[in-house]
């Protein structure tokens, strides 16, 4: 059982920073993506950056030079830098995770096992 928590969110002004932590733990094999999704109210889960299988990384066109995903394998938790922030950004954030993912099914949440409870982002303008 894989388990994935999330923290880091909170209620900040446009132009400001935020860090989100995803600690993953139980049974993980290597090769592992870890992932953030957010999503907001009534719409699809949006991809926002992904490290895949430890060695790329990848991004949504609209936080690309403004976020900035990471991974600490020795503390086994998955960062998310977010600077910059735009109302556009608030949110419910989800780190996912997955150990079979190929590179073309990255940014589908669909393709991911396992999830975090979600954490909100809120940008203020």
């Known amino acids: 059982q894989v388990r994935l928590v999330e923290s880091g969110g909170g209620v900040v002004p446009a132009g400001a920073s935020l860090t989100l932590s995803c600690t993953i733990s139980g049974r993980t094999s290597y090769p592992y993506t870890s992932a953030w999704f957010r999503q907001t109210s009534g719409e699809e889960r949006q991809f926002v950056a992904a490290?895949?299988?430890?060695?790329?990384?990848i991004y949504a066109d609209s936080v690309k030079g403004r976020f900035t995903i990471s991974r600490d394998n020795a503390k086994n938790t998955v960062y998310l830098q977010m600077d910059s922030l735009k109302p556009d950004d608030t949110a419910v954030y989800y780190c996912?995770?997955?150990?079979?993912?190929?590179?073309?099914?990255?940014?589908?949440?669909?393709?991911?096992?396992?999830w975090g409870q979600g954490t909100q982002v809120t940008v203020s303008s």
């Open positions: 996912a995770g997955d150990t079979t993912l190929i590179l073309s099914s990255v940014r589908d949440y669909r393709h991911y096992d396992y």
């Open positions: 490290f895949w299988r430890g060695r790329t990384t």
